[in-house]
């Protein structure tokens, strides 16, 4: 099994900036990608970004320019730093690891993130 505990949301001003970070423990071998989804009220969770262990990264559309997520393997943690946020950012994230870079076998707890206008 992996764990994954997340830290770093909080209330924002639009405009602002927030960076989440998610720790991995246990099997950690087992991980190839790692990344963040995110769930706002009444909507389906959706992918934010996905980082392999190589280092490929991939955005959703609508984040693309304003976040960056990036990791250090050898703190088997993940980061998603996040720059000019929206109201429409506001969601629950989830940090979320895989055995390959298309899988999501493991997610955590979450963390808030709120921009207000």
């Known amino acids: 099994q992996v764990q994954l505990v997340e830290s770093g ?3 924002v001003q639009a405009g602002g900036s927030l960076r989440l970070s998610c720790a ?3 099997r950690i ?3 190839n990608a790692m990344g963040w989804s995110r769930q706002a009220p009444g909507k389906q969770r959706e992918l934010v970004a996905r980082i392999s262990v190589g280092g490929f990264t991939r955005y959703a559309d609508s984040v693309k320019g304003r976040f960056t ?3 250090d393997n050898a ?3 993940v ?3 996040m720059n000019s946020l929206k109201p429409e950012d506001t969601a629950v994230y989830y940090c979320n690891a895989g055995a ?3 899988s ?3 997610w955590g707890q979450g963390t808030k993130v709120t921009v207000s206008s």
Do not use: E, P
């Open 79 to 81: 980061y998603l730093q």
């Open 104 to 106: 999501v076998d493991y």
């Open 24 to 26: 991995a423990s246990g």
């Open 100 to 102: 390959t870079a298309f």
């Open 69 to 71: 997520i990036s990791r």
């Open 29 to 31: 071998f087992s991980i």
């Open 75 to 77: 703190k088997n943690t």
């Open 9 to 11: 949301g909080g209330l």
